[in-house]
């Protein structure tokens, strides 16, 4: 495989990573147009920013502690996106870098994914080899110490279109609607098939696909799991729309709300695309994709617990502040309702922390999450931030979604007016006010949205997913045992 | 006070309400811009549209029942829109109309806020006459007579912009803060000020201005009620903006959502508009101010649990229809989710239904609905669509934040790829899909968002103002002589 | 049939009807020992009590016009609780009555499943005999004019024991778990099973048995209804326990919370019951019993907006009572939660009013409610009594469950403790908390929580049996088509 | 002071301790009488059990490396029910003994409180040494030893009656409201005051006494903490009656539900109690107590995600098993239930193991959890259980409370009925069926749920407690300063 067109280190700036990124010669379209490069776009500006923040935190002294980490495989200090995690200490550490991110951007910052899969593939890559002889740990290896050593980003690449959902992926009409080997040559495999949701696909290097769910005998050639350059020839990524997405083409973009960042998704396309071998790395084992999927949806699930928490914050934030500024921040039911919102973002924090805590060992020695309290956090994940949400906007007010646009304060027919009469009890002017209701607007109702609500519901697995395996993981046996014996029954 | 430029008729048609609106005068600005006509302008002829469709509904036979109402002032037919209720099967009319509206529109269609503003002035004047001898309610009359003949939509103008909450209007820095009288004048008075989130303002042919809050003796200059032409001169209309607006001005606007609707608010600046006497309603009678708003507010609290309900049936529809789609209808978490949102969606209901059925008759003839039951119903209505919308995005899916433009599907590099994949098991194809999940994400996080979770939230009232209400309005003392009773306390 | 050993009147006292308990032989057996006189015993004397309440109300000159009706068959004023509803405002005062019994008992009063049962009967058999010639209709109307003339209660048994619920009635290995026909002689049938959870069976003067589930011709033998006296030979009834249920045998009673009423259940085993021809309103119909169920299911689900509702308002009352005691009244947490039990509370109350205004005539020309808005009434009742109770107990505060026996005030050795520490801030000393303490514990954790807790999830079907028919009801289609047009799908 | 009458070991056995309590000459006050022995009255002889349980676990090799630890003091093995927690891993170790207690009980084991009271206790006496130059670490040290050394159950005293509670300690009319100094003699002092909801202080060895809220100078005789043995002249313990405590008076007790445990509290009155100074560990520092309960609330607050959380597996396990039994399990609603149940039951601990996982060292070396944390799973505590209760009482169907007692099954004329019809499709027939039912109501509305429910909400302090110091201990500037950052306000 050719290597990235960056210099090999082990931490990236920010401003290296948005370069590498124009140096990327992937197909992305938005709106049905080819765009030279992400990261100048307007629209997909920010989510490269956002980004480019894992690089940039990285780079600051005071969070070094919690942004890199040592190599287990080179002892080098890598960031700890690219990190294996070997202790309980790693996967705290995880959760709240994914907080502070949180806070720092206000979105999906896309890199956790990818994190959190190639703790899965490195796990899962160890036992197969246990098992069947197969080399696939060794070969995910080299491509981790190319990563690391590069300090680049892997999209992982899961969720398939899946046709019609009552059907296996073998049974489908349409043998694409789950991507598959298509025909195995010497040296390698060709693919078929496309991959939805991808996060940050665009922003990333490269990009690692693995199936989407447990599978049987007659699935096997869905049964594969590979990395490729994301500007691997026959890949097509087309870019998803958002609430609110265009306000970042407007000339000032003062309503964006969230002025630099924002998430991304893509639709990725793989049409006849060549795999080499050695960056195989399930190729038929069908048996253990279920399993890949459970450790890779158990990390993932965990770490909603960290980013929406930290989104949580900014959001927390802004209500306090909105409160401050038009005077109702000492109301009893205003205070009330900023508790509210404090400790529903802190359950779920607290979800994810306990599934860190109770981490544990795999074999392969990388710690994983206890999957129980993981999926427990994600499924609050999917719940509360839509309550947090209401009680932002009960406190914010309906100016909300009546107020004009803040560049109509420059205007000079209505621009007295509106200074003048949303000025609120605050000092600042209604500059203030306007702003601080932009950014709530962006989280409750634009972009941002995408990532504090939808994606919280669906991201790493729908409710009902969760709802499945907290029923599976409980020990319901144990339970009864205990009833039983409390009310005499032997 | 000069007519609108429409033939006396007693049902104007959709078109016709269209044409009125294009010979309005008045200043409306959208994004700085003062536009010609709201009804051509494409952000803001959706919203014109929402509001032709009150007429366009009473033209057709089947619907007249319903839309229509014999004026007890003139005996004539006239729009439902228009009608004081002089029944419980009135009010219990009005409620559903107003969910068919929603039905109909998926939006905020502007007219009840009028309708249930109207009502109560026409109590409140009649009372105001009573006990001081005035005029008020012979001059509402007047105007009312010429609403309902010509069929004229009046923007109910409550909310001002408050300034510093803790003080009273007439403690404010800037006495302009709340709208008052600045002169009186033979003949009539000048008045200054701005309202904030006007419904359905900029397509209105005139605009009823009251109070918002009780008031004391000190703040007598704002106790004032009147109504004037929209067009009038000092009165300017500036637009609020809404989560993704500016898709309107995309060329093919597929990604609208909602094809044909939307709803609008706007700040309505007084900049020393004179009031002729026979438009004035009220002047100085601060006592009565707070029963007004009262008044107006349990009227419209209840309004609420018909066209949000409304509105909660097309998203309703879509979520049915996308499950449909996507073949998880079956699936009995998407049963049990679609049932529990219809669950919320008819308890919204019940609440206006009860308060309308336990409506009372007020000396001036009109019927109110009942207060606690009113408030009671809004309540909830700041609270169930948030989970309602919860439950469509989780049944939506992830696609419903991730897909592409609708119209990439006929784009020549990518149009295949989304005809492909984004098929589902839908024999309609993807096109069915995306414009269901278009109405989803329309509804929940984009134009119709504002008015389906922001406004239910602030709209009438916000939700401690309900909670104040329930409180005073129920009997807690009665209710603690039953328990003293069973439990032996004398 | 023998009539019962009242004299015929319209409208029995309290005291007669404690008197006609009294001279029911019928088999009761509480603890297993069988009882002379339910009105005596310690136990039942408060259920015997709730269910003389509702004749003592019809007594009292101010509650007539809410307790009493005019027969439709007779033209006589008879007790509301026997009259078929032949308006929507009879509908509507159905509820009213129900609350104003909750107020008065908080407790399950238990005569409005009979009243419910008798709706429905009367208007399944007049549909009966319209469809297949039967005479059904005829001897139900006898039934009734003696039910009315001699105000009597007619427990209306449902329920059966269902053995394995994986099986239809004809498919259990004993036959019986639901009840059947045994054999038909001439003049009548012998019928053999049980019923489950017949709420005041063991104070009602007659018995109507109906199915309990659709049923199909296979299960021809079990679509059986009829009526009997309570007293008829074959009959037993054993008493269900319930929680504290025992406080009522010591001696001074004060801990009992609610001092005077109860309600009660009883499992009814019919064992070859004997069952007169003229006394059958069912006999192999099966088609029918489904929506027998679903029209007595409907009417009971509004009537728990009316019961549970009233209790509610004691709970409430007892609340603000106890807050005013111990001195947190005016904390802005207490009001808030206050006026969130009422607001609850009230919510159930509109489910019913909006079901009853919205109810309709049926063939027989008796009224039923909406189905729809019952049924979410009921489901709202198996869920906000819970969060009305945890307020509640939020509220009274730990000394809920951790104070003394009332009686201990009274002792030599610790009573003057209690008095000097647990009077709080009340002038009317520790007694009023305490009293005040007693009944909140009554009804959310004693006897009265059977009925506000448990009872409202399982009373009048389960909350999957609301989620199913909640469903059913809705006009899924509809609102789908709403949905198609908003986004242009044709 | 005395020591009691139990040899030195490290270790206690159950029998042991229920010896001890029979030696302790402590005056108990069960609904009036003064009991010789708590551990055989049947009243309060299942709490006793409970408390015994910790030492029995203890004794189990199983067990013991979660219900032993290394005493920091003498090196010797002890229970951890008397450890000073001084790693993480020794709070979360305290969470699963916990958890595991209320597996074993289903109630409240009563030895929690005293164990997060030494240890709040233990670092407080440190830090006042430190700022003070008193003595009060050596003396709680050597109290600690004594404690451990004999394995003894040190109930902690908090909560004061509190009189008007608008009004500080020393404003009240009755100044013994709050226990107080009443004067100092040389080797000690003289105390009075009551403490109430004291959980197991009948089944405890000793009694340490603590201030229940922040003081002020005013308020300087209530800063007293101290030691006294359970037995002291002066002290009377009165017993708290709960919902059907007197079950356990009947002859077969087989409707108790909960066949061996119970919790109990009981109101602790000091009448002019002498306390000598090598017992006292804090007099007249009142500053320091708000810090002390915020302590030792914060550590407790914490453990109730632990004991609660074993009540819920037992809750949920009877559940799964009733729907077992009834032939229920596969219905889709009740899977989905028990995920419910399981979901919201994990939160819970989710919540304490969070606490104990950011757990932190305080200057006396002892650890203390996270206090947001810990608050935040408190404030869930006093929710989730209502809902689970809800859940189980769904499941369980109506049954739960109209059935008659498990001893009318060998009833010789109803027992072949109840044998007949309340099998359900159980193999183990009715008796596996009622005895499940009869834990269920222990649990959900009978003594069990004082301690689930009500307990839930007020122990360790009341909702209102957490929601302020949530408010207090989130960093709100902070997170208004990312807010900021983001919307560009300088």
Known sequence: ???????????????????????????????????????????????????????????????????????????????????IQHSVEDL????????????ETACCFQRCASLDCINAVYTITHELDQAHATAYHGRFVDFLKYIQSNDLV??????????????????????????????????????????????????????????????????????VAFAIPADTRGVTFIYGRQPSDTRRLEQRQTDVGNLFYGGCEAMVVFDDVIVPDERIFMKGEYPVAGRLVELFAANHRASYGGCKVGVGDVLIGATAAIADVQGTASASHVKDKIAEMIHLNETLHAGALASAGRGYRTASGAYAV?????????????????????????????????????????????????RKYLTGNSDAGSEKRMRLLRLIENITLGTGAVSYLTESIHGAGSPQAQKIMITRLAQLESAKSYAFKLCGIH
Do not use: W
């Open 1 to 83: 495989m050719r290597s990235r067109g960056v210099s090999i280190m082990s931490l990236m700036t920010g401003d290296q990573f948005l370069t590498s990124l124009k140096e990327l010669d992937h197909r992305v379209f938005i709106q049905g147009e080819k765009i030279p490069n992400v990261a100048e776009h307007p629209i997909s500006k920010p989510p490269a920013m956002a980004m480019a923040e894992t690089y940039c935190q990285a780079e600051q002294e005071d969070q070094k502690p919690l942004f890199t980490a040592t190599s287990h495989l080179t002892g080098d200090t890598i960031n700890r996106f690219t990190h």
């Open 92 to 103: 705290v550490k995880k959760i709240l870098m994914l907080r502070k991110m949180g806070r």
């Open 154 to 223: 892997p999209a992982a690449c899961m969720t398939d279109t899946k046709g019609d959902r009552s059907l296996s992926p073998s049974q489908q009409t349409d043998k694409d609607q789950y991507l598959h080997i298509v025909e195995e040559n010497k040296g390698g495999i060709l693919v078929r098939g496309a991959k939805l949701h991808i996060t940050g696909a665009v922003n990333s290097h490269e990009l690692i696909v693995v199936p989407t769910r447990a599978l049987s005998a007659e699935d096997k050639d869905y049964a």
């Open 370 to 418: 206890d999957p129980l309290l993981a999926n427990v956090c994600k499924l609050n994940v999917t719940r509360f931030p839509f309550e947090i949400s209401r009680l932002a906007q009960d406190i914010a007010g309906g100016l909300l979604v009546t107020m004009p646009s803040i560049e109509d304060r420059d205007n000079p027919q209505v621009g007295a007016y509106i």
